[in-house]
Structures are given as structure tokens and as C-alpha cells.
T-cell receptor
Framework: NAGVTQTPKFRVLKTGQSMTLLCAQD?????MYWYRQDPGMGLRLIHY???????AKGEVPDGYNVSRLKKQNFLLGLESAAPSQTSVYFC????????????FGQGTRLTVV | GENVEQHPSTLSVQEGDSAVIKCTYS??????FPWYKQELGKRPQLIID?????GEKKDQRIAVTLNKTAKHFSLHITETQPEDSAVYFC??????????????FGAGTRLAVHP
């Protein structure tokens, strides 16, 4: 099993450009999450999904959109990138039970110039 | 919603000493508290977790304690080794938060173990 895979690993965007980050998991997990990691601020939840076709806002959703058209994929979109969105983005997935481990992808380092 | 605070933000210890990291949470309905370790440039990985019906859990050199009344939980690492150097994150999960199952993280603790 590959676990949780993120694409791409690195990306540089110009302000105003758009892009989509892809997260794929092969563990048949119901829940999927997108976090951003900034120095001194830990992992902040952007959006998450509890199942195919559902999404919900996390702690810092502004400027991002998500879609979960297939159970195994969770897409994070930036419609008009801003320098404040420079960060490392992590996707994670877990089973629906409240007390089970969340598995993380390897991260995407995004720089907006 | 849930808010998790973590202290200290940095911790420096000598090899062989113990390290303790503390977290507090705001939502009394939270029932699952994992700890993740993130080495430089790598993804966070679970090292230990505790559920609200348990007060303490131990796995070799690491242990976690939970005080539900005070709403805080702690990670204890004994006999620290240089390979324990990493950023550690605590997290809390409330299964009843609007029907959704958010996992909220603390800000992290950078642990440095000096030989």
C-alpha cells in the first residue's frame, strides 16, 4: 500500500495564479483532511471531508476550496494564490471512528511569489 | 470548537534526561488525544495515543497521561536519545463537534536532545 500520496511535492506560484493539490489514499479511509504548517503555528486545519461528496470548513478555510468526488481523492484548490498562502501543506486520512490514527502524506511545499 | 494549547514551544535536554510536553484542550467532549512526531523534512507520524477512558498509557520510553477533570494531557519521554530530537504535536478530537470528527493540533514543541 502506498498510504497517503500528495502531488506535487514542490511548487512555486506567482501571485494570482491558481493550482490544485491532489491527495490520494489507498486505505479506504472515510475521513480526509488538509492542513497547512507554518513555523510556530503547528498544523492548522483548512478543510476536511467525512465521506465522498462531503466537505466542511476547518480553522483556516479562506482562500481555499476542496472537492471529494471520489472516496480515495481529496483535492485542495487555490483560485488566486497570495503570498500568505506560502506554506507546507499536508493531507491526512483516517477511518471514521473517533479514536483512530490519522495518516499523513509527505507534504507539498508551496511558495507564492 | 476545540482548541489545543501546547507548551513549551522549545525544549532542550541532555541525553539521558527526561522530557515532558504538556497540552490543554478546551472541549470537554473530546475523547481521543494522539501525539505525533515530525522529523525534519518528513511527515508527522503517530507515536502514541490515549483515549478518554484511560488515565495513562506507556510504550517503552514514552508515556502519555490524561487528566480529564483539568482537561490536560502530557507526553513523557524518558532516557532521551539524540534520535528523539524532532517536533512533537499533540492533538484532540471531539467526535460530536457538529457531527463531524475534526482533529485539532497544538502548535508543536521542538525537542533538542544534546549528546
Amino acid at each position: 500500500n502506498a498510504g497517503v500520496t500528495q502531488t506535487p511535492k514542490f511548487r512555486v506560484l506567482k501571485t494570482g495564479q491558481s493550482m490544485t493539490l491532489l491527495c490520494a489514499q489507498d486505505m479506504n479511509h472515510e475521513y480526509m483532511y488538509w492542513y497547512r504548517q507554518d513555523p510556530g503555528m503547528g498544523l492548522r486545519l483548512i478543510h476536511y471531508s467525512v465521506g465522498e461528496g462531503t466537505t466542511a470548513k476547518g480553522e483556516v478555510p479562506d482562500g481555499y476550496n476542496v472537492s471529494r468526488l471520489k472516496k480515495q481523492n481529496f483535492l485542495l484548490g487555490l483560485e488566486s494564490a497570495a503570498p500568505s498562502q506560502t506554506s507546507v501543506y499536508f493531507c491526512a486520512s483516517s477511518y471514521a471512528s473517533s479514536n483512530t490514527e490519522a495518516f499523513f502524506g509527505q507534504g507539498t511545499r508551496l511558495t507564492v511569489v | 470548537g476545540e482548541n489545543v494549547e501546547q507548551h513549551p514551544s522549545t525544549l532542550s535536554v541532555q541525553e539521558g534526561d527526561s522530557a515532558v510536553i504538556k497540552c490543554t484542550y478546551s472541549d470537554s467532549a473530546s475523547n481521543y488525544f494522539p501525539w505525533y512526531k515530525q522529523e525534519l523534512g518528513k511527515r508527522p507520524q503517530l507515536i502514541i495515543d490515549i483515549r478518554s477512558n484511560v488515565g495513562e498509557k506507556k510504550d517503552q520510553r514514552i508515556a502519555v497521561t490524561l487528566n480529564k477533570t483539568a482537561k490536560h494531557f502530557s507526553l513523557h519521554i524518558t532516557e532521551t536519545q539524540p534520535e528523539d530530537s524532532a517536533v512533537y504535536f499533540c492533538a484532540g478530537r471531539n467526535p460530536f463537534s457538529g457531527g463531524y470528527n475534526k482533529l485539532i493540533f497544538g502548535a508543536g514543541t521542538r525537542l533538542a536532545v544534546h549528546p
